[in-house]
């Protein structure tokens, strides 16, 4: 069964840093670009960073998150992660990880990990 | 503001039929693939169409989808009390290499 588990979000002060996980069952992420998107409370999907499959090794990351936000991946553990450092209050949301599987087509989320940003 | 632009709400009677548009530019959909998500409360988003009208393994054909030049657009026909939920479009910009989803419409089933 194909299958996407986040981890790591949790509350968190401005400007402290949190690590995201997002492990994949059932397929090889290396097979595809996988993405990280978000939503802050009551709010609509925003688009946060990918990155290519195996054959690539390209990163793309939204001007809200540019710099401050870093996306990886570990074959061995088929897992991606969001590292992400200088946290604000507005970047409060879910956090889904995404399988890009045709075209900006994604077929499989996972169940999303808050993370909060509060003093 | 996003960049692609949806109606916040669409709304109609149990068997009706609603579309949802979906309107870019020539960087966005006029040049890449649009998809649309289903999200019910509460769950992460659901995958409904891909490459502009192509329907996922287990997705009724109620659903359907289109593009045309920079707008693309989502169809629901016979509609039920389940697809109440909040629907987004979705492609990529091809000149700025991003992400990007529309800012969502919620339906209502009347």
């Known amino acids: 069964q194909v299958q996407l588990v986040e981890s790591g979000g949790g509350l968190v002060k401005p400007g402290g840093s949190l690590r995201l996980s997002c492990t994949a069952s059932g397929f090889s992420l290396s097979d595809f670009y996988m993405t990280w998107i978000r939503q802050a409370p009551g709010k609509g999907l925003e688009w946060v960073s990918y990155?290519?499959?195996?054959?690539?090794?390209?990163?793309y990351y939204a001007d809200s998150v540019k710099g401050r936000f870093t996306v990886s991946r570990d074959y061995a553990k088929n897992s991606v992660f969001l590292q992400m450092d200088s946290l604000r209050v507005d970047d409060t949301a879910v956090y889904y990880c995404?399988?890009?599987?045709?075209?900006?087509?994604?077929?499989?989320w996972g169940q999303g990990t808050l993370v909060t940003v509060s003093t | 503001q996003s960049v692609l632009t949806q109606p916040p709400s669409v709304s109609a009677a149990p068997g009706q039929k609603v579309t949802i548009s979906c309107s870019g530019s020539?960087?966005?959909?006029?040049?890449?693939?649009v998809s649309w998500y289903q999200q019910l409360p509460g769950t992460a988003p659901k995958l409904l169409i891909y490459?502009?009208?192509q329907r996922p393994s287990g997705i009724p054909d109620r659903f359907s989808g289109s593009k045309s030049g920079t707008s693309a657009t989502l169809g629901i026909t016979g509609l039920q009390a389940g697809d109440e939920a909040d629907y987004y479009c979705a492609t990529k910009d091809s000149g700025l290499t991003i992400g990007l989803f529309g800012g969502g419409t919620k339906v209502t089933v009347l």
């Open positions: 020539a960087s966005n959909i006029g040049a890449n693939f």
């Open positions: 490459d502009n009208n």
């Open positions: 990155i290519s499959n195996r054959a690539g090794t390209n990163f």
């Open positions: 995404a399988r890009d599987w045709r075209n900006w087509g994604h077929d499989c």
